[in-house]
């Protein structure tokens, strides 16, 4: 089983639980204060991105269903 279960919320965020580190693009790692479980926007909408503060409500539509990718290429 995995240390960290990412959820991907219909009509929402990106929920993150487990053990992690988020960091920005240049190594920085984000103080989340002990938080166990965040949520990502994935709207655009959210004055506190890259996390969510719940403004995709009524803005943002995605039923989240699971699928299959397709195979890696390989070169």
Same mark, same amino acid.
């Given at each position: 089983?995995a240390?960290? %279960? /990412?959820?991907?919320? &219909?009509?929402?965020?990106?929920?993150?639980?487990? +053990?992690?580190e988020?960091? +920005?693009?240049?190594?920085?790692?984000?103080? #989340?204060?002990?938080?166990? /479980? /965040? &949520?990502?926007?994935?709207?655009?909408? &959210?004055?506190?991105?890259? @996390?969510?503060?719940? &403004? $995709? %409500?009524?803005? @943002?539509? $995605?039923?989240?269903?699971a699928? +299959? #990718?397709?195979?890696?290429?390989?070169?």
């Amino acid at each position: 089983m995995a240390t960290t %279960k /990412i959820t991907v919320n &219909s009509n929402g965020s990106l929920k993150v639980e487990g +053990d992690f580190e988020v960091v +920005d693009k240049n190594g920085n790692v984000y103080n #989340l204060q002990g938080r166990e /479980i /965040i &949520s990502f926007c994935r709207c655009g909408l &959210s004055k506190n991105k890259p @996390f969510c503060d719940g &403004s $995709h %409500k009524g803005h @943002f539509e $995605h039923e989240a269903v699971a699928f +299959d #990718l397709p195979p890696k290429k390989t070169v």
